[in-house]
């Protein structure tokens, strides 16, 4: 290790607030931008052994965008655990339903698996309209 390189401390982290628009956006594109803001990766002081991403959050949810037949052709699949649990979704009925899911399950699948990944996911706040509770912490603004 060279003797000029910073390992950054978790008491040493400061994190900031962004928001995010997904109205229009590419689900892969927004999900992939998401997951390295939220590890990080764009920060001078990125370590990875070190929880060190900021808070995101995304609105309009319900408004994203998805490139050829994925509506239709894409797949989320559930299982109960039990004989016959097998629950298929479409992207479009997820959409429908649940469609902060839809980003959340795409960013999660970006993160690390392990107990730093689901720290880092509980960082992005994801609402399927334009309202958020997060004014408080006056996000700013990302066009992407």
């Known amino acids: 290790m060279n003797k000029y390189t910073k390992m950054l401390k978790k008491e ?72 016959g649990g097998m629950k298929v979704r479409t992207l479009e009925e997820l959409l429908a339903k649940k469609p902060e899911d839809a980003i959340l399950l795409a960013v999660k699948n970006m993160l690390p698996k392990n107990k730093l990944g689901r720290e880092m996911l509980k960082r992005v706040k994801v609402y399927a309209g334009n309202e958020h509770g997060h004014i408080a912490q006056k996000p700013e603004t990302v066009e992407l």
């Not at 001078?44 to 808070?55: A, E, L, Q, R, W």
């Not at 309009?60 to 998805?66: R, T, Y």
Request: net charge positive.
């Open 12 to 83: 040493e982290v400061s994190r900031k607030w962004y928001h995010i628009d997904a109205d229009g956006q590419i689900l892969g594109r927004l999900a992939a931008e998401v997951a390295t803001m939220v590890m990080g990766k764009k920060k001078v002081s990125y370590t990875p052994h070190v929880d060190n991403g900021d808070y995101v959050v995304i609105t309009n949810a319900e408004k994203i965008a998805v490139t050829g037949n994925k509506m239709a052709d894409k797949k989320y699949y559930r299982h109960s655990g039990f004989p």
